[in-house]
């Protein structure tokens, strides 16, 4: 049995993760005006893989028996200083969703929820992935090469 705490903590969590798709459409849009289609496509393609962990988050509180809740998303940018502002925003945001799912982690531990603690296992380990990619990205741009060359190395660090 699912508690009201993990419940109420998932569903914001699936709003965060729609928010998150909507932030990397704004990268994506941002990247277009740039004329930098290789960056586009590659936001584009973080943008579906955050409502893919949307859904997996909803999945789980229908299968659970859980009422879901969507809330309205906040308005996102689309508009940055630079594409390294844009990937430090990317990363600063996966820290962020990386400490919320630790601490949602903690909560179903806490409460001896073996279910939804295993559940959660999957993001945990997705973030690894995410954070070390927004953390390679990251260090590319601060080594000044050209956005538009960095493109070329985007399809082995986008796609995992
Ligand atoms: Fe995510
Ligand atoms: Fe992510």
New binding site residues.
Partial sequence: MISQTLKDMLNEQLTR?LT?SQQYLGMAAYSGAQNLEGWQAFFERQSEE?RG?ALKIFHFLVEVGAPVKLSALPEVKSEYASLLEATQAALAYEQK?TREFQAMAQAALEEKDHTTYQFLQWYLE?QIE?ESLFGRLVALLESGLNPFLAESLLSKGGEK
Avoid: G, R
Wanted: no cysteine; glycine share 0%.
């Fill in positions: 993760e998150a955050e962990h969703v997705e995410e």
